[in-house]
């Protein structure tokens, strides 16, 4: 699985503050983890990506071959439908399964890879927005406050 971490000092002092406080981080992961499922899988309605980048279109082979025409990543829905979270201990992991996720996110050349039949333009829908920065800080503020009752 591919993987992105995150290193923002500002949810990470949050998160610490969240620790110091119950030394059980599993609902508030969850909820965050839920939370990013949720917007992972909108970045492919808008063909966003965490940045608010737009994506690249498909190409005019991909739009050829596939059904979903010009936009990118929602032919089958395949990929959207497999974003998934898991939270051991106190990490949190939101991604897919799907062996060609990482090609996707973070694209590849025919150079590259000699199966391709073309380049594949990095299309980013892992990764944390600022809706979600500020929402990961929202669910942890009030599961510091619940905790601190």
């Known amino acids: 699985m591919a993987s992105i971490e995150i290193d923002d000092a500002e949810i990470l002092r949050v998160l610490r503050r969240l620790q110091d406080a119950s ?3 599993r609902p508030a992961l969850l909820e965050i983890g839920e939370d990013l499922v949720e917007s992972t899988k909108q970045r ?3 063909s966003t990506a965490p940045d608010g980048s737009d994506w690249l279109l498909n190409s005019a082979l991909s739009t050829l071959l596939y059904k979903a025409g010009d936009k990118p990543l929602v032919d089958g829905g395949t990929l959207s439908h497999q974003i998934n979270k898991d939270v051991t ?3 949190l992991e939101v991604g897919s399964t799907m062996e060609y996720a990482a090609m996707q996110q973070f694209g590849g050349t025919k150079e590259e890879f000699p199966y ?3 380049d594949i333009p990095a299309r980013p829908f892992l990764g944390v927005s600022q809706e979600d920065k500020d929402n990961i800080l929202a669910v942890l ?3 510091i406050e619940a905790v601190l009752r």
């Open 44 to 46: 492919f309605e808008t």
């Open 141 to 143: 503020n009030r599961h």
């Open 23 to 25: 030394s059980y981080l």
């Open 89 to 91: 201990g106190d990490t």
């Open 116 to 118: 391709l039949w073309g």
